[in-house]
């Protein structure tokens, strides 16, 4: 199933107690480079290390500004409420139409790890998914080394389904992942 342009443009905003979830701009290069330069943050993506701002800007560009125009919703940019610094994303960087599910992606600056950040977002971005877009579910895959993405995946309630090889972005070296999914059920 095709996700309408209608709701493509009327993502909604999401919002915890500390950060908000807004779609990624292209002034978030900055911030973008802080996280995407640094070589732990990057060792289980598909892209990086970043090595100067013009590389973000048109990673920008070209990975998250025209994802509207694939039939994509926006990535989710987290910004931190107390400092107003943008601190990650949270996205559905594919989309099954076939299974009308959507495949996760997050990343976030070292300095926030591990205080249960990236668990929260994912929740309000799959609960998005499931009551704006439509998704009959969701699904992550991750690196086999990637632990803190299994142990996030777990926390929200996924299955493992085992490896798979995958393909992150078209024109990518495919590789094995580990596949997780959620499949929502009518209450
Ligand atoms: C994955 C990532 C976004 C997690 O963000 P986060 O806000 O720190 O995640 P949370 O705090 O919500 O949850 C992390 C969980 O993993 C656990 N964890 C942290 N490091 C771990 C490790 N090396 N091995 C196993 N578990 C680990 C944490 O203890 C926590 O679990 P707990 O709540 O049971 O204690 C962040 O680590 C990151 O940006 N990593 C690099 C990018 C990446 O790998 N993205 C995923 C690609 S699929």
Redesign the pocket.
Known sequence: MMISPEKLRNIPQLADDQFIMRPVRLSDAEDMFE?GSDEV?????PWGPYRSLEEVESGIEEFFLKRPEKGLPPAYAIVWKENGKMI?TCDFHSVDQENNTGGI??????G??????????SKLLIEMGRNHLGFRGVT????PE???????AE?LGFSMKGQRDHRYMAGQESRKMVHWELVFTEN
Do not use: E, S
């Open positions: 996280y943050v990057v060792q289980y993506l990650g992606g997050f990343v976030l600056n070292r926030y790890w591990n205080k249960g950040i990236m668990t929260r977002a992550l895959d991750h690196r990637n632990d803190t993405a299994a142990r996030i926390k």
